[in-house]
């Protein structure tokens, strides 16, 4: 009898292991989607701050409008490049 509830006691321990590492690493998805998510975010402010900038300096400075989005595009382009860089560094360190 002893036996049997020295059994039971651990698979209760075992079951509870498993469902606290299956809460756990739920938590950790969802951590790492609001991240992605925030990253994104910031990526297009950073991208809509770059063409305001771009248009202010094309106004103060008269340079032709195409140059003003060129530069834009790349502010863009680096900022894109920076996201999926941390995105390829929450996804090696999730793993």
Known sequence: MADRSYTEAAKDKID???????????????????????????????????KDKANHVAEKAGI??????????????????KTQEMGARIQANAH
């Open 64 to 81: 032709k409008k195409e140059e003003a989005k060129d530069y834009a595009r790349d502010c863009a382009d680096r900022a894109g490049a």
């Open 16 to 50: 509870h292991a498993a469902e606290r590492t299956k809460e756990m690493a739920a938590d950790a998805r969802d951590k790492v989607q609001d991240m992605a998510h925030n990253a994104a975010d910031k990526t297009k402010e950073l991208a809509s701050d770059a």
